[in-house]
């Protein structure tokens, strides 16, 4: 049986470092990027990153939508670990 996640996110692009920064009101985690935002090298900095986090395989992590705007909807799958700043939000996000 596969496990899904799935992940309402805001990017910020062409940040000083990459990492978590806080959650928005919606409970939209906020995560800053050190790429800019052309050619689809923010959207690649977000899913290395979120690989690294959950413990999977950048092709674990998809783009579910939002692939030209700074709020996407992304699937996590096949992970091994939860991050510190997902359970704080609940894992209400986490699907079958």
């Known amino acids: 049986m596969s496990r899904t996640l799935h992940l309402r ?13 806080g ?9 800053a990027v050190k790429a800019p935002p052309a050619e689809g090298r923010a959207n690649a900095e977000l899913i290395k990153f979120l690989a690294l986090e959950f413990g999977t395989h950048p092709s674990s992590v998809r783009l579910l939508s939002g692939a030209s705007s700074r709020k996407k909807l992304v699937a996590v799958e096949s992970y091994s670990r939860i991050p510190g700043w997902f359970r704080e939000q609940g894992e209400n996000n986490s699907g079958s």
Not at 9 to 21: D, L, M
Not at 23 to 31: F, G, L, Q, W
């Open 23 to 31: 959650r928005m009101a919606d409970n939209t985690v906020k995560i």
């Open 9 to 21: 996110i805001k990017v910020i692009p062409r940040a000083a470092a990459t990492g978590i920064k």
